[in-house]
């Protein structure tokens, strides 16, 4: 059981541009998307969309690359980088593959570009159009993005066989970024370094009788855990990492590890990591909340708790009453509750507005009706603290093996965080490295 990562870099000759979907300066309509430090970046969704287009070409040219070992053939592309669900069915095909964003560290020189649009009968500038896009290189220059990819494999030989494909994939692609055919974002060169193998193994630990883990998690990206919907198209992201969700990655790290269909269900009867497999269905995880410190987790403030001058928890009192001779205000009346938020261990996120849309395969432009946006969480150095529970009803002889079969999976990193599927460092402690924020007595 393998844990897979390779360093990659894109070279590209400008003039080339991933739009942003922030608003830049005054007068641009089209800006380069950077990161939170000013530095250029490809979206890792945009390299797999490419990378699956790059395989589906070559499928049909090859006839489903029959014979050709570096063509992935259909259901292999379907297990690399996942497959949409049918209308009405919600069974995960999560992607075996997961691309990091591409960053360039170059500095950019400036400028912009015009583009106009000629009417179509009198071929003059039709009114209106000019388009202004920031042209951060000069032509013919090359811009050099890095980034990574990870999976996880049960075989050794594997490794080479996924990375052959992916090689062979980027090398049929000519293009990356907008305004593909007016000759932006020509690919240069690909490179890929040797892989960084790291086995899973479990380690023997002896836990005490310990029934919980306290873990840290530092997301390395910008991530979406979408909850409802704002509008159909617009995914608002929540503050928390939900306990199902990191149960979730860990299910479909089981699966790639075993070499199992990604959807298959955790069952007992597996020659390996048999002990989690067994009582997967007894494991409980906490929400991951966000913290500053990494060893304070933030606690929910309780909804009795009011303002007036001062904070106060009014849930034993009988009846409603005046508090310093004015009526209390409750959480529905504050205007602002950064500073509840502060006492109770919440730190201020950062976040960013991410528009996508998929591809259509045909006319290689924009798919109808697929334009979609996810707010984007910010980790900037905060971290997110959650716990492991084990029932009470799991064997006490049985529990250390858990443990340890937990902890070996989630050491190092966790795959397929949130819509955006970030990998995520993880860290496993024992039971009290981590302390709630706040005692609600206290208030």
Known sequence: ML?????????????????????????FDSVQARTLNGNLFIPGTHIAGKLREAWEALNSILEGGQGVES??????????????AADGDFTPRRKKIHFSDFISLETSTGGFRNRIQIEEHRKAANQGSLLTIEATFGSGRTITFNGLLQFDTPHKE??????????????????????????????????????????????VRKWQGATELDLI??????FCIAGRPATDNIFESSVDIPGGIIKGCIANKINHLLGNPSDAKIAPGQTC???????????????????????KRPVRPPLSLVKADDLFDVALLENPCLINDRAPEFQVDWKDDSDVNSLFGWPKLKKDLRVRTAIDSETLRSADNQLFAYEMIIPDEHCW???????????????????????????????????????????????????????????
């Open 273 to 295: 990591l048999a002990n989690i497999c067994k009582h997967f269905h007894q494991i409980r995880i906490t929400h991951g909340f966000p913290s500053a410190s990494c060893f």
């Open 217 to 222: 998690i530092e997301p390395s990206e910008p």
């Open 71 to 84: 063509i992935p053939s259909k259901s292999e592309i379907s297990c690399l980088l996942g497959d949409p």
């Open 158 to 203: 594997d490794i080479f066989h996924i990375q052959q494909q992916i090689q062979c994939g980027m090398q049929w692609i000519a293009q990356i970024g907008a305004f593909r055919t007016i000759g932006f974002g020509e690919l240069v060169d690909i490179q890929m370094g040797a892989p960084r193998i790291t086995k899973v193994q479990t380690s």
């Open 3 to 27: 844990q897979v990562d390779i360093d990659a870099s894109i070279t590209l000759k400008a003039p080339f541009i991933t739009q942003s979907s922030s608003p830049g300066a005054y007068g």
């Open 385 to 443: 603290l959650a716990r492991v529970h084990l029932d009470e009803t799991i064997a006490a002889e049985d529990r250390d093996a858990v443990l340890n079969e937990l902890s070996a999976l989630l050491e190092n990193r966790l795959l397929g965080l949130g819509k955006s599927k970030v990998s995520s460092r993880i860290s496993v402690n024992p039971p009290g490295t981590v302390v709630d924020a706040q005692n609600i007595g206290d208030v």
